[in-house]
């Protein structure tokens, strides 16, 4: 008798567990799926700009308008840094960021499409 009680418990303590392990196993899965998402988001639109070839006369009237006030007519540093040579030191990948970002205030983020940014970028390896 007391054997097969036991036996009971036993399944009923593999079933727990096994309740627990999926569970957490559904959890790392939305995370995973979470993460994946966001990530791949991120990439469409660095994907795309990278995908342009870009102008860099198109990107210096853009830095005209937009970025002179903080980083100079020439691009020699006022309120923002120097950014001559700024391609040797970032990737395109963290000019992108820093540019629609907004992580760096005072600079604002600038909400610039696929192919403006691949303008500026070009400007900006132009810069060297
Ligand atoms: C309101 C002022 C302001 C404007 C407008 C602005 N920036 Fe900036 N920018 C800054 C400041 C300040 C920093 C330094 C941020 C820091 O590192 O804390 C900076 C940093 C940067 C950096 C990184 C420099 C480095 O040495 O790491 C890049 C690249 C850059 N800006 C590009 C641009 C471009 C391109 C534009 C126009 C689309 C722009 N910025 C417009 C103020 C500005």
Do not use: W
């Not at 727990?16 to 995370?31: A, P, Q, R, S, T």
């Not at 994907?47 to 009237?61: K, M, N, Q, R």
């Amino acid at each position: 008798m007391s054997t097969s009680s036991s036996t009971a418990a036993e399944i009923d303590l593999k079933r727990y567990f096994l309740k627990i392990v999926f569970v957490v196993f559904g959890v790392l899965l939305i995370c995973f799926s979470i993460f994946f998402f966001n990530h791949h988001e991120n990439n469409k639109y660095i994907i795309e700009t990278l995908g342009h070839e870009g102008s860099a006369e198109e990107g210096d009237a853009l830095f005209k308008i937009n970025c002179v006030g903080c980083h100079g007519i020439t691009a020699r540093g006022l309120v923002g840094p120097d950014l001559h040579s700024i391609t040797q030191r970032l990737n395109d990948k963290e000019i992108i960021k820093q540019v629609t970002g907004g992580l760096t205030p005072p600079m604002p983020s600038f909400e610039i499409d696929p192919v403006n940014m691949s303008n500026l970028l070009k400007f900006l390896h132009s810069l060297e």
